[in-house]
């Protein structure tokens, strides 16, 4: 039976949390899309407003003790420190045909999902091409980027990806799918892993990337780490996936800059342990050397036992 999904869940109101919150908000009804938070995050959403592009968002809060019928998707959209309780949150969110999508960076987060609630509800997704920037309440964006779902290896649609294939036709969000995600999950931690630690590392901006230069020996060395570490891994990762991305970081405002750029910047705990920790680990397993890994890994833990 092909289950259409009416209900979701939210966890997250970080850029993207919001940035789909807002959208989704257009399309359901009010009391079936829902945003899971602890009363006192409620309470402060709720005093201080969520602003999306300068409009006030109307959002069904939802504290995790309510009962609830089960969500149809459920969107991981937190950091990754705060990933374990947010998993314990949405506990009464989950049925027999629950959907679950992460949209946190790295390749970690949908093991953590599926040890507590099984394999049997993820669907697996890279989110890209989104320019949104979020100051405190307040998230501002030109552009929604694509959401990039699927299986991990499979050769046709499963039920999974057909029902969340017409949810987001149904709601309007632009979307690809693709069923050989293994790939591309490591393809887009190769970018992050270069990209963001490399302009946080040197506290620059896009522009120092897209130059010849020291930075972007560093961006290129830190993918290609990436690279090796994945085909160790038996994940058929190729050179053009990083060609692909040099040219699209090409592409970037010169004057924006990564979001673990930001995060340094403004003092933030930033997602090092889901890039350079990732590739560190795994590098450590198979016996490789990642020096520049091993160096931002190092770095980033050092600054950031700082704050």
Same mark, same amino acid.
């Given at each position: 039976?092909?289950?259409?999904?009416?209900?979701?869940?939210?966890?997250?109101?970080?850029?993207?949390?919001?940035?789909?919150?807002?959208?989704? *908000?257009?399309?359901?009804?009010?009391?079936?899309?829902?945003?899971?938070?602890?009363?006192?995050?409620?309470?402060?959403?709720? %005093?201080?407003?969520?602003?999306?592009?300068?409009?006030?968002?109307?959002?069904?809060?939802?504290?995790?003790?309510?009962?609830?019928?089960?969500?149809?998707? +459920?969107?991981?959209?937190?950091?990754?420190?705060?990933?374990?309780?947010?998993?314990?949150?949405?506990?009464?969110?989950?049925?027999?045909?629950?959907?679950?999508? *992460?949209?946190?960076?790295?390749?970690?987060?949908?093991?953590?999902?599926?040890?507590?609630?099984?394999?049997?509800?993820?669907?697996?997704?890279?989110?890209?091409?989104? /320019?949104? *920037?979020?100051?405190?309440?307040?998230?501002?964006?030109?552009?929604?980027?694509?959401?990039?779902?699927?299986?991990?290896?499979?050769?046709?649609? %499963?039920?999974?990806?057909?029902?969340?294939?017409?949810?987001?036709?149904?709601?309007?969000?632009?979307?690809?799918?693709?069923?050989?995600?293994?790939?591309?999950?490591? %393809?887009?931690?190769?970018?992050?892993?270069?990209?963001?630690?490399?302009?946080?590392?040197?506290?620059?901006?896009?522009?120092?990337?897209?130059?010849?230069?020291?930075?972007?020996?560093?961006?290129?060395?830190?993918?290609?780490?990436?690279? /090796?570490?994945?085909?160790?891994?038996?994940?058929?990762?190729?050179?053009?996936?990083?060609?692909?991305?040099?040219?699209?970081?090409?592409?970037?405002?010169?004057?924006?800059?990564? *979001?673990?750029?930001?995060?340094?910047?403004?003092?933030?705990?930033?997602?090092?342990?889901?890039?350079?920790?990732?590739?560190?680990?795994?590098?450590?397993?198979?016996? +490789?050397?990642?020096?520049?890994?091993?160096?931002?890994?190092?770095?980033?833990?050092?600054?950031?036992?700082?704050?």
């Amino acid at each position: 039976m092909n289950h259409k999904i009416k209900r979701v869940s939210i966890i997250g109101l970080g850029a993207l949390g919001i940035l789909y919150g807002e959208h989704f *908000s257009k399309y359901m009804d009010y009391e079936n899309l829902r945003i899971v938070a602890d009363k006192g995050r409620i309470n402060r959403y709720r %005093s201080e407003g969520i602003f999306c592009n300068g409009e006030e968002c109307n959002f069904n809060y939802v504290s995790p003790e309510e009962n609830v019928d089960p969500a149809d998707l +459920i969107i991981f959209a937190v950091k990754y420190p705060n990933l374990q309780e947010a998993i314990k949150m949405v506990e009464n969110h989950v049925g027999e045909n629950t959907i679950i999508l *992460s949209v946190l960076n790295g390749i970690e987060s949908e093991k953590d999902i599926a040890e507590v609630y099984g394999e049997e509800h993820n669907l697996y997704c890279i989110a890209y091409g989104m /320019t949104a *920037s979020k100051v405190r309440n307040q998230v501002n964006y030109l552009n929604k980027g694509i959401i990039e779902f699927g299986e991990l290896k499979e050769s046709i649609n %499963s039920n999974k990806v057909g029902r969340l294939k017409d949810f987001f036709d149904l709601v309007n969000l632009p979307y690809e799918v693709n069923n050989n995600m293994e790939v591309k999950l490591w %393809s887009k931690l190769m970018c992050n892993v270069g990209f963001n630690q490399t302009v946080a590392y040197h506290n620059s901006n896009n522009e120092s990337i897209q130059k010849e230069g020291p930075e972007r020996e560093m961006l290129i060395a830190a993918m290609e780490e990436v690279l /090796t570490v994945a085909n160790k891994e038996g994940v058929s990762l190729e050179y053009d996936e990083l060609n692909y991305w040099l040219e699209l970081l090409n592409g970037l405002n010169p004057e924006g800059m990564p *979001s673990m750029a930001q995060d340094v910047k403004a003092k933030r705990y930033s997602e090092f342990e889901l890039f350079s920790g990732t590739v560190v680990r795994l590098a450590a397993k198979h016996n +490789i050397d990642v020096p520049v890994n091993t160096k931002f890994y190092k770095h980033f833990s050092k600054l950031e036992a700082s704050y």
